[in-house]
């Protein structure tokens, strides 16, 4: 094993911490994961323990997401296949895909009924941008930083694009801004979002960094012009997969433009962590709620995260040594004086 550094950007006081192996890439969602907290990036994918973690299992809204992609691209696929194609073993897919099998099930019923609005909607023009390609994997070195990605789906014309679904079981969500096209109640809105001109990276920072990053690895040259889409299904007081209709989920495409410089600032994030992480430039673990907790799940890397633990002890007096339950979780984060150093 080699030896970093690790360095606290707030104490100048260094300790050694051992690396097992380097990562190979950076994707949209690991450089997300190493600016949120670097050392847990560092426990999950370059220490001894990144064996002994294990993934987070999927939310319920996640889980419906994956199973309207996989519903989706399965579409997709026996259309471009042509008259005669055999349809998937969705369920087979769906299962493989979806983690969670508390979710399973569910997840499978709502991923059919997200499909049929779709295709009454948005989808419905997918047979114009035929031959599409879809679940686009790649691993592309861009300006010294090796980056990988899966595509949701790229239409004829080189547009890369992202399904997004929102509100199943949890509050009602609106359609991000941006749009140019809006299905509500089945029926087209005549006049787009007032902002739909606006680069996208003003409106979603973050859903425009992963599409800008896809078209990176597809050979789009950084600070060129670009355009990016996204098709979303953004669902209204729906708790269970009866519940979807047309009545319940606005569809909405949103076809911008990403600025120069937002293209170029992404590029400069992307080689800045490829830089410290390939010369161990690691910030020590500072625990917050954004951190540590998030959709009613502890970090997964929690137990081997000595800050954690250490400012942790005193509120859980947990000494079976078992995962603390999220109201203990709630308690520690309700003073965050225990965060103080």
Known sequence: MSKFNITD???????EIEVKQLPAYLSPSSLKEWEACPYKFYLKRMSKYKSKIKRSLSTKPAAVGTSFDIYAKSY???VRQGPGAKPPNIYQLVSKGVDNTEHREEAIRAGQGLLKVYLQTAGAELHDYFPIKTDLDFTKVVEGVPIRGIIDFELCNGLVCDWKTRGYGSAPKSPTPGWVKKWTNGKLVKKPHPRYRESFDTIHPDWASQVTIYNFGRGHKV???????????????????ED???ETVQVTQVRSPISEEFQVKLMNRLQ?????????????????????????????ASDYCNMFRSNTELVFKNKSKKTPSNSNIMEMFGDFNKFKR
């Open 9 to 15: 950007f707030q104490d100048p006081n260094k300790e």
């Open 76 to 78: 997709i696929d026996v």
């Open 244 to 246: 979807i209709g047309l």
């Open 272 to 300: 800045k962590a490829w830089e410290d992480i390939n010369n161990g430039i690691i910030q020590n673990p500072s625990p917050t709620p954004a951190r540590c907790f998030s959709y009613r799940q502890l970090c997964e």
């Open 223 to 241: 600070g060129d012009p670009l355009m990016v889409g996204i098709d979303e299904l953004s669902m209204r007081h729906v708790a269970v997969p």
